[in-house]
């Protein structure tokens, strides 16, 4: 396996922590019955819910512009030394990005976010180096 495909794997499990975090609050906050009843109502939520919920949907869309690029990175044969390391880049940044997010750190969080932004312009471009 890649380096680049256990790169998007690890995003992939920053996902599934994301998710827990979220899904964990809501219970800690409605109590175990509306965890697990039909939540029909909407959930009550205080200040960390509301990031978890915002971080997992930064993360799922940073996540769908990255894996897929990956993907046909990997398809393509590109991989190379420079889509290795913008692919480091988007992890490492993501996997800070979410305890930064989750605990309202302001301005880092901005910087965090654009490094893992460019991570994913470096393979855009190692990508549209070979189509074009």
């Not at 998007?8 to 998710?19: E, K």
């Not at 993907?71 to 889509?83: A, H, Q, R």
């Not at 992890?91 to 991570?119: D, H, K, S």
């Amino acid at each position: 396996m890649s380096q680049e495909l256990l790169y998007l794997y690890g995003s992939l499990l920053i996902l599934l922590v994301l998710i827990v975090s979220q899904a964990a609050n809501t219970v800690i906050t409605n109590g175990i019955s509306y965890g697990v009843g039909p939540r029909d109502e909407p959930a009550e939520t205080n200040a960390f819910g509301g990031r978890a919920k915002r971080a997992v949907a930064n993360h799922i869309e940073g996540l769908a512009l990255f894996g897929f690029a990956i993907l046909i990175l990997e398809v393509s044969g590109l991989n190379s030394g420079l889509s290795t390391m913008g692919a480091a880049l988007y992890f490492w940044a993501r996997l800070a990005y979410g305890p930064i997010y989750l605990l309202g750190v302001p301005w880092i969080r901005t910087i965090v976010w654009t490094v893992g932004l460019i991570g994913t312009l470096i393979v855009y471009y190692v990508i549209g180096v070979a189509a074009f």
